[in-house]
């Protein structure tokens, strides 16, 4: 029991939050702001009978983690609220960064670790197979030209593999021209990112695809 002049403490994983958005939108609204700044680490998923554009975009910039609209079907809100925990979950997505340049990936760790994200670097592309299966990543960042086998050979070999084929796969290329970009799709990159870095770029690109990555695999978990 908690002292009378403390509040409870509370533990939960998820928020539902019922928005009226059609009366009291503006209250609704201003309460998931509230509780995304209190909760940070605790995903808020929004139910509400709207399903305007201008309300999706307005709880995804609130912090808003999934958007149910009613009425509500007890099953969906169930995979929706199982795909949230396993985003939320607290195992670290991993990331392999192949580049020869040791120094880039020293910068990738201290970029992406505060983030919660496992760094995994690689300098030679020799050993590109073995590291990929040991580490098992969630996302791979290849850069274009390296000794030996570049970032586009690399990808279409990944590619090929029944196991692996799905990785997401940044390419990392300096100043690429027009076929430079084209050559990057057509290996099946999913993304390119332009050296040098920019920072804020980097980490947003790499945490989208991660989501992205996580997202896919809940929803196979849910319709398995």
């Known amino acids: 029991t908690a002292p009378a002049n403390q509040p409870p403490q509370v533990s939960f994983d998820v928020i539902l939050l019922d928005l009226a958005f059609a009366s009291t939108g503006e209250n609704g609204l201003a309460f998931l702001a ?28 609130l912090g808003g983690r ?10 969906t809100l169930l995979q929706t609220v199982s795909q949230i925990l396993t985003q939320s979950s607290d195992t670290p997505q991993r990331v392999l960064v192949v580049d020869d340049d040791a120094q880039l990936l020293e910068n990738f760790q201290t970029l992406l670790e505060p ?7 690689l300098d030679h592309a020799q ?27 690399l990808c279409r070999a990944v590619r ?11 390419i990392l290329a300096t100043h690429p021209t027009d076929t430079d970009v084209q050559q990057v799709f057509s290996a099946g990159a999913d993304d390119y990112v332009i ?9 947003a690109r790499v945490l989208n695809r991660l989501e992205r990555e996580r997202m896919r695999h809940a ?5 398995s």
């Open 66 to 75: 999934a958007f149910v609209q009613k009425p509500i079907v007890p099953q």
């Open 219 to 223: 929803r196979r978990q849910a319709h």
């Open 127 to 153: 050993q590109f197979w073995e590291t990929l299966e040991a580490s098992a990543p969630d996302l791979l960042i290849l850069d274009l030209e390296m000794p030996q086998f570049g970032g586009l050979e």
């Open 115 to 121: 983030w919660g994200v496992q760094v995994i670097t």
């Open 195 to 203: 050296k040098p870095i920019r920072e804020p770029e980097l980490v």
């Open 34 to 61: 509230e509780l995304t700044h209190q909760f940070p680490t605790i995903p808020v998923i929004v139910l509400t009978g709207c399903d305007r554009l201008a309300d999706r975009v307005e709880v995804a910039r």
């Open 160 to 170: 090929n593999d029944p196991y692996w084929g799905e990785t997401p796969i940044l």
